[in-house]
């Protein structure tokens, strides 16, 4: 066992004790009986047996008695440690259970901290997630209490019958002990080194879960059908698999040198013992009883090596060593303090500035590439350019969800790295391209579950923000209204259309920005509204907006060329801007964008 395992197996103690004392120590007293049990049990049966020869000589009458006590003990005893064994496991299973609710939460926090989204980002987050959820091959950490009260019970109980040998010859008992406990070593290490293994292949394991979700969930099972997938998912899933557990199948193969000479080692040690305890029989310096003590006990002291058990709870563990590894993560990241030193409250009331910003999600290639632009209180912009062109990385970067590498955001002149994140983000309302679709209400989608919202007043502005979308009369025609639950898998629930989603994205928006934020952030907010009905929809959100800071991300031209100012991104960086007008006079990106784009309509005189 290596360290990270015995850290892994203080820490769940640790956590059986803080998840509930009065069932930990239940589980110490059944480890205890349970321990002990097994020895009480051999002695009580060795006396059993050796009474035997006296009793046969008594008769049933006389003799019955002398064996029927000694044996019903037996009975008790035997029946007193599997009732223990019982309780430790339901007790085991408990606290696994609590145990298991605790970690989720404790990584559910640590992965949601508000500094940004770099750390998901992050391969081992990533890896440590899957351990955590099962995805990267592990057993249910529930089962892990009840595993190392099962693993420590079987240690105490070895220890009985290691006891007493010592009482047959010492240097059985020692060389039993040390055959035993020379086994539990190795056999520690190597489970270690093939959890090592393992766990080190989380990130093909995830690749495999990907498939298998692949092949079972709804996203792709359309494309699957359609283009006959589903035999080259399996083979993927097949493949990705087998790679990530090869490594262990192959450490399994008990070839290694040191395993062949410890089994041997074994069966000379308990080859020995067994001719002593023969020959001592045979030769009468053991009487009966004795004899079958020591036979148990060289039986029972198997129970050392932990078995197949200590491994499946060291499995059952890494969930633990995960959580601590997302924590380590989240210090990390919190170790550069949050260097707020104002409240975003009120900003930014006259500009939003973005100067020379550089960004790259990794070294190899930079997104964004000195680009500058300026927003006041009242303008809009638009952010246009082709897939890929850092349109979307600009907009998280002024959300704070990312962090520029060089250069400077600033509200009102003030740098955004010196504003609360959470202050600041409540100055904006955003609608991201792929907003989340959170399976709530109607309402609780527009207010996002804002407990001191939900009145009268609350309802008031999300039914007229609802109807600024356009959604108005939807909602009232759903069986509940503004209370039906979203979701057609959820009961009584209803599902929305791609528009009808975006809508409902644009009226939170709206309530946030009701609720006192002064930038609207929209990416694409069009992209799954009827064109008929886009450009409508469009020009009513900058009416609605008037003198906040807009900010709008598009590819459809033709629908943002209202705005007061277009900045054209191509592969990271600004290459023109100004307003619709002035950007087709030049003869640009922009001007061929915006005639390829309206070709189809202008050609064949009319929309297709
Ligand atoms: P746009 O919104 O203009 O389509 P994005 O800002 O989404 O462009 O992406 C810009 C570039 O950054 C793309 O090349 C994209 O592949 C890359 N990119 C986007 N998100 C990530 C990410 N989370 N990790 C790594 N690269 C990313």
């Given at each position: 066992m290596n360290r990270t395992h015995r850290r892994n197996r203080r820490d769940l103690i640790g956590l059986a004790w803080r998840s509930g004392r009065g069932n930990t120590a239940l589980l110490f007293a059944t480890i205890l009986v349970g321990g002990v049990g097994p020895a009480v049990f051999m002695l009580l049966v060795g006396v059993t047996v050796g009474r035997l020869p006296e009793a046969t000589r008594l008769g049933v009458d006389d003799g019955a008695g002398r064996v029927a006590g000694p044996l019903a003990a037996a009975g008790v005893v035997f029946l007193v440690t599997q009732v223990a064994g019982r309780i430790r496991f339901t007790v085991g299973e408990i606290l696994g259970q609590r145990i298991e609710i605790t970690l989720r939460e404790r990584a559910m926090r640590a992965c949601s901290i508000?500094?940004?989204?770099d750390h998901l980002q992050d391969d081992g987050t990533r890896d440590d997630l899957a351990i955590l959820s099962g995805a990267a091959g592990g057993l249910p950490l529930e089962r892990a209490v009840a595993g190392l009260a099962e693993v420590t019970a079987a240690l105490v109980g070895a220890l009985g019958p290691l006891l007493l040998l010592m009482f047959f010859h010492v240097w059985a008992g020692a060389a039993v002990a040390a055959a035993w406990f020379a086994v539990r070593l190795v056999a520690g290490r190597e489970n270690g080194k093939r959890l090592e293994l393992l766990f080190g292949q989380a990130h093909v394991m995830r690749r495999a879960e990907y498939f298998r979700k692949l092949a079972v969930q709804a996203a792709a099972a359309k494309e699957i059908r359609v283009f006959g997938l589903r035999e080259w998912v399996l083979a993927r899933l097949d493949r990705e698999w087998l790679t990530a557990i090869r490594p262990t199948w192959e450490r399994?193969?008990?070839?290694d040198a040191k395993i062949v000479l410890l089994s041997c080692a074994l069966v000379a040690v308990y080859g020995l013992v067994f001719w002593k305890l023969v020959d001592d029989g045979v030769h009468g310096a053991l009487d009966t009883g004795a004899f079958a003590v020591f036979l148990q006990a060289l039986i029972g002291?198997?129970?050392?090596?932990?078995?197949t058990a200590a491994f499946g709870l060291d499995v059952a563990l890494a969930p633990v060593a995960a959580v601590r590894r997302l924590e380590e993560r989240k210090a990390a990241h919190r170790g550069a303090p949050d260097p707020a030193v104002r409240t975003a409250a009120g900003l930014p009331a006259h500009r939003l500035e973005v100067t020379d910003v550089t960004f790259a999600y990794d070294e190899k290639r930079t997104v964004l590439d000195g680009v500058s632009f300026s927003v006041g209180a009242g303008e809009s912009v638009a952010l246009v350019g082709e897939n890929g062109a850092g349109k979307t990385t600009l907009l998280k970067l002024l959300a704070g969800l990312l962090e520029a590498t060089s250069g400077r955001i600033t509200a009102d002149g003030i740098p955004l790295r010196e504003l609360g994140r959470a202050d600041w983000r409540r100055q904006l309302a955003m609608v991201f391209q792929d907003f989340a679709r959170l399976p709530l209400t109607v309402a609780e989608n527009v207010h996002v579950l804002r407990a001191d919202r939900d009145d009268e007043q609350t309802r008031k502005t999300v039914l007229a923000c609802l109807e600024r979308v356009g959604l108005g009369e939807r909602v009232e025609r759903l069986p509940h209204g503004a209370d039906t639950v979203l979701g057609a898998r959820l009961p009584g629930g209803v599902d929305f259309s791609g528009g009808e989603w975006q809508r409902l994205a644009l009226a939170r928006a709206f309530f946030t920005l009701h609720q006192g934020a002064r930038v609207l952030m929209v990416d694409e907010p069009t992209a799954s509204i009827d064109p008929s009905a886009e450009t409508e929809f469009f020009d009513r959100l900058l009416d609605e907006t008037e003198g906040m800071i807009r900010i709008v991300v598009s590819h459809r031209f033709n629908t943002v060329r209202r705005v007061d100012r277009i900045v054209v991104l191509e592969r990271g960086r600004i290459v023109a801007s100004g307003s619709h007008d002035e950007l087709m006079r030049e003869d640009g990106l922009y001007r061929r964008m915006f005639l390829a784009q309206a070709a189809p309509f202008t050609e064949q005189g009319g929309v297709r």
């Amino acid at each position: 066992m290596n360290r990270t395992h015995r850290r892994n197996r203080r820490d769940l103690i640790g956590l059986a004790w803080r998840s509930g004392r009065g069932n930990t120590a239940l589980l110490f007293a059944t480890i205890l009986v349970g321990g002990v049990g097994p020895a009480v049990f051999m002695l009580l049966v060795g006396v059993t047996v050796g009474r035997l020869p006296e009793a046969t000589r008594l008769g049933v009458d006389d003799g019955a008695g002398r064996v029927a006590g000694p044996l019903a003990a037996a009975g008790v005893v035997f029946l007193v440690t599997q009732v223990a064994g019982r309780i430790r496991f339901t007790v085991g299973e408990i606290l696994g259970q609590r145990i298991e609710i605790t970690l989720r939460e404790r990584a559910m926090r640590a992965c949601s901290i508000d500094d940004g989204l770099d750390h998901l980002q992050d391969d081992g987050t990533r890896d440590d997630l899957a351990i955590l959820s099962g995805a990267a091959g592990g057993l249910p950490l529930e089962r892990a209490v009840a595993g190392l009260a099962e693993v420590t019970a079987a240690l105490v109980g070895a220890l009985g019958p290691l006891l007493l040998l010592m009482f047959f010859h010492v240097w059985a008992g020692a060389a039993v002990a040390a055959a035993w406990f020379a086994v539990r070593l190795v056999a520690g290490r190597e489970n270690g080194k093939r959890l090592e293994l393992l766990f080190g292949q989380a990130h093909v394991m995830r690749r495999a879960e990907y498939f298998r979700k692949l092949a079972v969930q709804a996203a792709a099972a359309k494309e699957i059908r359609v283009f006959g997938l589903r035999e080259w998912v399996l083979a993927r899933l097949d493949r990705e698999w087998l790679t990530a557990i090869r490594p262990t199948w192959e450490r399994r193969r008990p070839s290694d040198a040191k395993i062949v000479l410890l089994s041997c080692a074994l069966v000379a040690v308990y080859g020995l013992v067994f001719w002593k305890l023969v020959d001592d029989g045979v030769h009468g310096a053991l009487d009966t009883g004795a004899f079958a003590v020591f036979l148990q006990a060289l039986i029972g002291a198997s129970a050392v090596s932990g078995g197949t058990a200590a491994f499946g709870l060291d499995v059952a563990l890494a969930p633990v060593a995960a959580v601590r590894r997302l924590e380590e993560r989240k210090a990390a990241h919190r170790g550069a303090p949050d260097p707020a030193v104002r409240t975003a409250a009120g900003l930014p009331a006259h500009r939003l500035e973005v100067t020379d910003v550089t960004f790259a999600y990794d070294e190899k290639r930079t997104v964004l590439d000195g680009v500058s632009f300026s927003v006041g209180a009242g303008e809009s912009v638009a952010l246009v350019g082709e897939n890929g062109a850092g349109k979307t990385t600009l907009l998280k970067l002024l959300a704070g969800l990312l962090e520029a590498t060089s250069g400077r955001i600033t509200a009102d002149g003030i740098p955004l790295r010196e504003l609360g994140r959470a202050d600041w983000r409540r100055q904006l309302a955003m609608v991201f391209q792929d907003f989340a679709r959170l399976p709530l209400t109607v309402a609780e989608n527009v207010h996002v579950l804002r407990a001191d919202r939900d009145d009268e007043q609350t309802r008031k502005t999300v039914l007229a923000c609802l109807e600024r979308v356009g959604l108005g009369e939807r909602v009232e025609r759903l069986p509940h209204g503004a209370d039906t639950v979203l979701g057609a898998r959820l009961p009584g629930g209803v599902d929305f259309s791609g528009g009808e989603w975006q809508r409902l994205a644009l009226a939170r928006a709206f309530f946030t920005l009701h609720q006192g934020a002064r930038v609207l952030m929209v990416d694409e907010p069009t992209a799954s509204i009827d064109p008929s009905a886009e450009t409508e929809f469009f020009d009513r959100l900058l009416d609605e907006t008037e003198g906040m800071i807009r900010i709008v991300v598009s590819h459809r031209f033709n629908t943002v060329r209202r705005v007061d100012r277009i900045v054209v991104l191509e592969r990271g960086r600004i290459v023109a801007s100004g307003s619709h007008d002035e950007l087709m006079r030049e003869d640009g990106l922009y001007r061929r964008m915006f005639l390829a784009q309206a070709a189809p309509f202008t050609e064949q005189g009319g929309v297709r």
